[in-house]
């Protein structure tokens, strides 16, 4: 079999029984098809170890972050794991493959202030009843008081909202729904869009909105993309940057819950982490909370 049909396979295997997200199927088979040209010979038995390590040296030469040396390093062995279970490779090539230690690169966090600012401004905006800035508003306001994903966001249907208890189902990375809450403003924002303006983005639809809470300007379910622009155009207009993701809103959330006083393993519930430790990685930048409770509590502060 050759490298090329054995990664479709796998791409396969990853997204039905692994369950895990379009986006990391679409990165390791991107991966997997550029290890496939790498290879000198496009059968499967031509990848060893010696083949895997040139391919991450050459892209080390390309100057690829460790990051992504991380992950092709993870897609290569989970590949070749899987296809010697399968019978198709004799032994596993990638035994002695080593990853690169990888760094924990975090989006920028914007202040409290800075927050409430950009969203003052944009809910001054939505009360001139423009739908498409009404829906970029209740958005922004669910994205940070919820500290959901993008990707979470976009999926929201309209059964998916409980209006009387402010709380949104949503479900996360491996199918696992989590029921999250959200506070007075973004429930305010969010009911002013679905009275005011998905009528009137539904409307715009040729061939019905279906049950999307979010739509595009076409009256169709909202792409990340789009909410990835509208959070890049009003977030970084206050952090004066353009490489502002909605990631940000929800590092900022987390981060300003912890600076609140909020118990790690709630916003490790919240945020829908597997593992505490991916939750650690906010504490880093709640300074502020530490540095009060030491002057509070320590008799030489």
């Known amino acids: 079999m050759q490298i090329e049909q054995a990664a479709d396979a796998y791409a396969d295997h990853l997204a039905r029984v692994r369950r895990l997200s379009p986006a990391t199927v679409r990165a390791y088979r991107a991966d997997l098809r550029d290890l496939a040209a790498a290879v000198p010979s496009p059968d499967l038995d031509a990848l060893d170890l010696e083949a895997l390590r040139e391919w991450l040296w050459r892209a080390t030469q390309r100057g690829d972050a460790r990051s992504t040396l991380a992950r092709r390093t993870a897609a290569a062995r989970g590949f070749c794991a899987w296809a010697t279970e399968e019978g198709l490779l004799g032994a596993d090539p990638s035994l002695r493959l080593v990853a690169p230690k990888r760094g924990r690169t975090l989006p920028r966090v914007a202040t409290a202030d800075r927050m409430r600012l950009m969203l003052d401004d944009l809910g001054s905006r939505a009360a001139g009843g423009d739908p498409v800035v009404l829906r970029d508003h209740a958005m922004l306001e669910l994205l940070y008081a919820s500290a959901i994903r993008v990707s979470e966001l976009t999926a929201i249907d309209r059964d998916d909202i409980d209006d009387s208890r402010a709380t949104v189902r949503v479900t996360g990375k491996g199918d696992k729904e989590r029921v999250v809450p959200f506070g007075v403003p ?43 622009d509208v959070v890049s155009r009003e977030l970084g207009a206050v952090l004066e940057s353009a490489a502002v993701g909605p990631h940000a809103l929800r590092h900022s959330a987390a981060t300003h819950l912890l600076d609140g006083g909020a118990d790690l393993r709630a916003v490790q519930e919240l945020l829908g982490h597997a593992s505490l430790g991916t939750t650690q990685i906010y504490t880093h930048v709640s300074s502020e909370r530490l540095a009060a409770t030491y002057r509070l509590a320590h008799p030489r502060a």
């Not at 019905?208 to 009256?219: E, T, Y």
């Open 186 to 228: 973004a429930h305010r924002a969010l009911q002013s869009y679905l009275i005011r303006a998905r009528p009137a983005l539904v409307d715009r639809s040729e061939d019905g909105a279906g049950p999307a809470v979010f739509l595009g300007s076409r009256g169709r379910r909202i792409t990340a993309r789009a909410v990835y």
